[in-house]
């Protein structure tokens, strides 16, 4: 049974600002604006990295999504939104997230896609969803380049990787790293890990940015649980990515005034991982 990171969700007040500093920054094209998600007051934008996706979600209008309103409310602007993970076979899940505790705040169905959207109170960190692809080819449904339902039909098409070529890590953030990981482990059945020799890290007894980090393995990247460091409390506050052209990225990011560092840019409220 395969569990793999296949997509990032960000947040916005404004969806069109957030999406053109994405296209620009990363090279990176829209392969779909889904109608499918206004049932919930948002509207958005989905560009493939890789065989993973970064997306955008803003209301629609004020008052329209509660939900994604005060997620913006409580996190002082725009930023990290949801992990959403892809699995050969949805159904194995659904008894093991009952035994955990875990509700669904939204099950989701279009044509051979099934997602499960978990509730955040009972995951903390960020909304997590769980889908699969049915008729998928490969063994087990694993094709990776195969049709994902959120993308469109054609996302292949409008994939790029001139400077970015994946995703490999999401980055949730909050006061308590180890309580949230080991939460997030037994949810996605994996194990978790201290991170105190990584690359953001001073040193395992350190309480400095890098100290008390821990981490789980998915199949393709990796879930990081880190402090807080910018002080706007827990949530995805950064994702990971395979870079080429990371000179050119901060050209492009600077030239925008977006926050540039030695190894990340911030789009979105979100940090962007591209390293040194």
Same mark, same amino acid.
């Given at each position: ?74 996190? =002082?602007?725009? +930023? @990290?939104?949801? !992990? ?7 159904? $194995?899940? *659904? %008894? ?111 309480? =400095?940015?890098? +100290? @008390?980090?821990? !981490? ?7 879930? $990081?649980? *880190? %402090? ?49």
């Amino acid at each position: 049974m395969f569990h793999r990171l296949r997509q990032i969700c960000l947040v916005a007040q404004d969806l069109d600002p957030v999406v053109a500093e994405l296209c620009d920054v990363f090279d990176v094209a829209v392969c779909h604006r889904d109608p499918e998600v206004g049932m919930f007051g948002l509207h958005n934008a989905l560009m493939p990295v890789g065989h993973g996706f970064i997306e955008v979600v803003a209301p629609l209008a004020p008052g329209k999504a509660a939900a994604a309103e005060r997620h913006l409310e409580r996190r =002082g602007g725009d +930023g @990290g939104y949801m !992990v959403i993970t892809d699995t050969d076979d949805l159904t $194995r899940w *659904e %008894p093991h997230l009952a035994a955990t505790g875990v509700r669904i705040a939204a099950p989701l169905e279009m044509g051979a896609y099934r997602g499960l959207q978990l509730h955040p109170r009972d995951t903390g960190g960020a909304l997590l969803e769980i889908n699969t692809t049915r008729g998928n080819t490969g063994p087990d449904g694993t094709a990776i380049d195969d049709p994902y339902g959120p993308a469109g039909p054609d996302w292949r098409a409008h994939l790029r990787t001139g400077t970015v070529t994946g995703i490999t890590g999401a980055r949730l953030q909050t006061a308590d790293p180890e309580r949230l990981g080991r939460r997030w482990a037994e949810i996605l059945r994996r194990d978790l890990r201290s991170d105190s020799d990584g690359p953001d890290s001073d040193g395992p007894d350190s309480d =400095g940015p890098g +100290g @008390g980090s821990f !981490v789980l393995d998915l199949d393709n990247a990796r879930i $990081r649980f *880190e %402090p807080d460091r910018d002080g706007r409390g827990e949530g995805l506050g950064g994702v990971d990515l395979a870079v080429v052209d990371a000179d050119g990225l901060r050209r492009r990011a600077a030239a925008r005034g977006l926050p540039v560092a030695g190894d990340h840019v911030v789009i979105g409220g979100l940090r962007f991982h591209i390293g040194g």
